[in-house]
């Protein structure tokens, strides 16, 4: 048995955002990004919480599937801009659509959050535990970036997007799954506050903690080598090689980063799903916001070998091979 993604859905809130209106807010150039990043616009959430965008994200997953509300069995929302801190985004979610029957949490693995929470609900599955997963990355980093902070402000957007997961016979699904954290660089990509550590308090939003801290430098350095480790371990285990992906999702947090790892791999540039230009970085949102472009588009094909690899603070690293 595996489990295979039988649906996909996604959404993107309506404000968009470029680079032009950025060169207006901080000292930067649309020069400067596109050629740094290689990203062109991203979506932003004004009035919308981030379980709204996951709710609509799970909807259009619904329509693109034959299931209805009620027959989902587990909801897992992977962002690190949650609702709030209590109760869990994937709750509101669960509302919002009517799966009732379901049983819902969320995770945090930042840029990682969609594999790590598509591996949760592919063991579920695998073990016998649920027969289906909706399973949505979803983020509003609008809400926890520092506007002022041209090192950062430019890369992040919002968006939602998933994928329904269903116990299939056959020998299409997820083939392979590898996971990576590494606690000793919590400080490469932060959100100090609010939290235990620091508690909300009018100093902690003085001094700009609310906001997300990133080496972007040292970041990214090690961005390209740690992708691309990881997915060869998770070809290794699926019995393949690069020359056998069809199609490379890598999360988008930078053009760079993506042709990086491309080259590295030997993987030619035309099977790497390119979505940054138009998303910009939107952490757990990013691979299933490409994975949805991708299929709508008709890139991705039956029987297609899909390598999916990300790389997130601080530090989360992982790859999934999917035989489509
Ligand atoms: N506009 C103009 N100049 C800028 C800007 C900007 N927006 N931002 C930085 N600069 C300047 C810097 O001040 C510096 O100037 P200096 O040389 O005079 O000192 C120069 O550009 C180079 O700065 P770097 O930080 O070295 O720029 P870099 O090429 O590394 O690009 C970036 C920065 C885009 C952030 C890149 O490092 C990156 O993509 N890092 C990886 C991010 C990532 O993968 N994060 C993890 C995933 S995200 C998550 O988990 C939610």
């Given at each position: 048995?595996?489990?295979?993604?039988?649906?996909?859905?996604?959404?993107?809130?309506?404000?968009?955002?470029?680079?032009?209106?950025?060169?207006?807010?901080?000292?930067?150039?649309?020069?400067?990004?596109?050629?740094?990043?290689?990203?062109?616009?991203?979506?932003?959430?004004?009035?919308?919480?981030?379980?709204?965008?996951?709710?609509?994200?799970?909807?259009?997953?619904?329509?693109?599937?034959?299931?209805?509300?009620?027959?989902?069995?587990?909801?897992?929302?992977?962002?690190?801009?949650?609702?709030?801190?209590?109760?869990?985004?994937?709750?509101?979610?669960?509302?919002?659509?009517?799966?009732?029957?379901?049983?819902?949490?969320?995770?945090?693995?930042?840029?990682?959050?969609?594999?790590?929470?598509?591996?949760?609900?592919?063991?579920?599955?695998?073990?016998?535990?649920?027969?289906?997963a909706i399973v949505i990355g979803a983020e509003t980093l609008s809400k926890?970036?520092?506007?002022?902070?041209?090192?950062?402000?430019?890369?992040?957007?919002?968006?939602?997007?998933?994928?329904l997961l269903e116990a299939t016979d056959g020998d299409r699904g997820i083939?392979?799954?590898?996971?990576?954290?590494?606690?000793?660089?919590?400080?490469?990509?932060?959100?100090?506050?609010?939290g235990s550590r620091i508690p909300c308090s009018k100093e902690a939003i003085?001094?700009?903690?609310?906001?997300?801290?990133?080496?972007?430098?040292?970041?990214?350095?090690?961005?390209?080598?740690?992708?691309?480790?990881?997915?060869?371990?998770?070809?290794?285990?699926?019995?393949?090689?690069?020359?056998?992906?069809?199609?490379?999702?890598?999360?988008?947090?930078?053009?760079?980063?993506?042709?990086?790892?491309?080259?590295?791999?030997?993987?030619?540039?035309?099977?790497?799903?390119?979505?940054?230009?138009?998303?910009?970085?939107?952490?757990?949102?990013?691979?299933?916001?490409?994975?949805?472009?991708?299929?709508?588009?008709?890139?991705?094909?039956?029987?297609?070998?899909?390598?999916?690899?990300?790389?997130?603070?601080?530090?989360?690293?992982?790859?999934?091979?999917?035989?489509?």
């Amino acid at each position: 048995m595996r489990a295979r993604i039988t649906a996909t859905g996604s959404y993107l809130p309506e404000k968009i955002l470029t680079n032009f209106d950025l060169e207006k807010m901080v000292d930067t150039s649309d020069e400067w990004i596109r050629q740094r990043t290689g990203i062109e616009i991203r979506h932003i959430a004004e009035d919308e919480p981030t379980s709204e965008l996951a709710a609509k994200a799970a909807l259009d997953i619904l329509k693109n599937s034959s299931l209805s509300a009620s027959d989902v069995e587990l909801i897992i929302v992977a962002t690190v801009t949650p609702d709030q801190p209590l109760p869990a985004t994937a709750l509101f979610v669960q509302e919002r659509i009517g799966a009732y029957n379901a049983f819902a949490f969320d995770i945090n693995a930042a840029c990682s959050g969609f594999i790590y929470a598509l591996s949760i609900a592919n063991a579920y599955i695998l073990s016998g535990f649920v027969k289906n997963a909706i399973v949505i990355g979803a983020e509003t980093l609008s809400k926890i970036t520092d506007w002022t902070d041209r090192s950062t402000c430019v890369i992040f957007g919002d968006g939602a997007a998933g994928v329904l997961l269903e116990a299939t016979d056959g020998d299409r699904g997820i083939l392979s799954m590898v996971l990576h954290s590494d606690g000793r660089y919590t400080d490469l990509m932060r959100v100090p506050a609010p939290g235990s550590r620091i508690p909300c308090s009018k100093e902690a939003i003085e001094n700009r903690d609310i906001y997300i801290k990133m080496k972007g430098n040292e970041t990214f350095k090690m961005a390209i080598r740690s992708i691309a480790s990881v997915s060869k371990e998770a070809l290794d285990i699926a019995g393949m090689d690069f020359k056998d992906v069809d199609w490379m999702i890598c999360h988008q947090a930078n053009k760079r980063i993506i042709d990086g790892v491309a080259r590295r791999v030997g993987l030619d540039e035309d099977k790497a799903i390119i979505t940054i230009d138009r998303h910009a970085n939107t952490a757990a949102a990013s691979i299933p916001l490409a994975m949805d472009w991708a299929l709508k588009t008709g890139k991705i094909k039956e029987g297609d070998i899909v390598l999916l690899n990300s790389f997130g603070a601080s530090l989360t690293w992982s790859a999934s091979v999917v035989r489509w």
